[in-house]
T-cell receptor, first 116, second 109 residues
């Protein structure tokens, strides 16, 4: 099956710093990638849709300037959490459907962010 | 609005059968997905239904009734490793996934 990787798997940072999370599709091209956030014991919450070569589409309530998304190639999308605060501590997961095939999304392993 | 409902938690016995229900109301419908998620891990794909009926895949089966806005995931011959959260998700008219809150399944020996 298709593989999506995320880096890093976990990160601890100090309040006020920025953290970049990478999402890569390893064996297929993804014009679209999705970024989710998941708090403990809660379901996935879609943050934004990342589109290759264009601006990301953010869900209502998600701050564009705080969560910067760049999708510069067909295999890489990055999420940068700027000026992180403890409330940004969460599990961040990306997913990608194969280009031309929406029906199955492949999830990355997730990145656990802890802001101290 | 968009709404997906599934039970918060279920308990079953090893070797038994369990059915996890999901009801949905969404703007558009492009299929219903079931994912399994173990604690601290990303979801993994289990099944996809776009037509009414039952799809069987090994110990897991998924059923869909579009007219009723209803689906269920059936797990047979339960194993301890099946303890996980099971997420129901619907593809809406924009091809985004609308997620249910998940059902935590606890398997007891």
């Amino acid at each position: 099956g298709a593989v999506v990787s995320q880096h890093p798997s976990w990160v601890i940072c100090k309040s006020g710093t920025s953290v970049k999370i990478e999402c890569r599709s390893l064996d297929f091209q993804a014009t679209t990638m999705f970024w989710y956030r998941q708090f403990p014991k809660q379901s996935l919450m879609l943050m934004a849709t990342s589109n290759e070569g264009s601006k990301a589409t953010y869900e209502q309530g998600v701050e564009k300037d705080k969560f910067l998304i760049n999708h510069a190639s067909l295999t890489l999308s990055t999420l940068t959490v700027t000026s992180a605060h403890p409330e940004d501590s969460s599990f961040y997961i990306c997913s990608a459907p194969r280009t031309g095939d929406f029906y199955e999304q492949y999830f990355g392993p997730g990145t656990r962010l802890t802001v101290t | 609005g968009q709404n997906i409902d599934q039970p918060t938690e279920m308990t079953a016995t090893e070797g038994a059968i369990v059915q996890i229900n999901c009801t949905y109301q969404t703007s558009g419908f492009n299929g219903l997905f079931w994912y399994q998620q173990h604690a601290g891990e990303a979801p993994t794909f289990l099944s996809y239904n776009v037509l009414d009926g039952l799809e069987e895949k090994g110990r897991f089966s998924s059923f869909l009734s579009r007219s009723k806005g209803y689906s269920y995931l059936l797990l047979k011959e339960l194993q301890m490793k099946d303890s996980a959260s099971y997420l129901c998700a619907v593809g809406d008219s924009n091809y985004q996934l609308i997620w249910g809150a998940g059902t935590k399944l606890i398997i007891k020996p």
